[in-house]
T-cell receptor, first 115, second 112 residues
Framework: GAGVSQSPSNKVTEKGKDVELRCDPISGHTALYWYRQRLGQGLEFLIYFQGNSAPDKSGLPSDRFSAERTGESVSTLTIQRTQQEDSAVYLC?????????????FGSGTRLTVV | QKEVEQDPGPLSVPEGAIVSLNCTYSNSAFQYFMWYRQYSRKGPELLMYTYSSGNKEDGRFTAQVDKSSKYISLFIRDSQPSDSATYLCAMSITGGGNKLTFGTGTQLKVEL
């Protein structure tokens, strides 16, 4: 597609339930990133994929968070046993990757509300 | 202390004003510096990036980096109401293939 697509755009879930967030990157972009944006705060890095592997997952806040990428394309971010502090906008970005390439393109995000 | 500090604003200016947005940082390993613009309920979009110290100009936008002071700026000339958005600075140790560290963003409103 022309841009990074994220679904759902909004998700309301009950505390304790699992959620899956999806990201479709720009075709041909080998690098994919997940960030979290809490209200009034900057973007927090969660995880980076190069191809299907994740060389940097240092930002995942707890073992309730996991992510995978298949076919060097779609990625899913899974949050298990959601807590109220997980409420945030989850943003996905993709890029061509490689040193010096700063052309990150972000999706519009998934707004997650845990009630 | 956060690695990147940015005044959240809000900053309100009249149309046509020159806007100055700034960030300070603590990690001297940062080499790539970026400015993103984020409209409400949208993802951030890259405005400009610079490598190391110096200035870069693109239309009405000028980015400055002073690594000795660990201080970066974005200037917007002849500001327009369409510039109303949140501006986020971001930094990276290596370009591409590495995480970005963001400031909290400055909310800008340009009034008619």
């Amino acid at each position: 597609g022309a841009g990074v697509s994220q679904s759902p755009s909004n998700k309301v879930t009950e505390k304790g339930k699992d959620v899956e967030l999806r990201c479709d990157p720009i075709s041909g972009h080998t690098a994919l990133y997940w960030y979290r944006q809490r209200l009034g705060q900057g973007l927090e890095f969660l995880i980076y994929f190069q191809g299907n592997s994740a060389p940097d997952k240092s930002g995942l806040p707890s073992d309730r968070f996991s992510a995978e990428r298949t076919g060097e394309s779609v990625s899913t971010l899974t949050i298990q046993r959601t807590q109220q502090e997980d409420s945030a906008v989850y943003l996905c970005a993709s890029s061509l990757g490689g040193a010096g390439n700063l052309g990150y393109t972000f999706g519009s995000g998934t707004r997650l509300t845990v009630v | 202390q956060k690695e990147v500090e940015q005044d959240p604003g809000p900053l309100s200016v009249p149309e046509g004003a020159i806007v100055s947005l700034n960030c300070t940082y603590s990690n001297s390993a940062f080499q790539y510096f970026m400015w993103y613009r984020q409209y409400s309920r949208k993802g951030p979009e890259l405005l400009m990036y610079t490598y190391s110290s110096g200035n870069k100009e693109d239309g009405r936008f000028t980015a400055q980096v002073d690594k000795s002071s660990k201080y970066i700026s974005l200037f917007i000339r002849d500001s327009q109401p369409s510039d109303s958005a949140t501006y986020l600075c971001a930094m990276s140790i290596t370009g591409g293939g590495n995480k970005l560290t963001f400031g909290t963003g400055t909310q800008l409103k340009v009034e008619l």
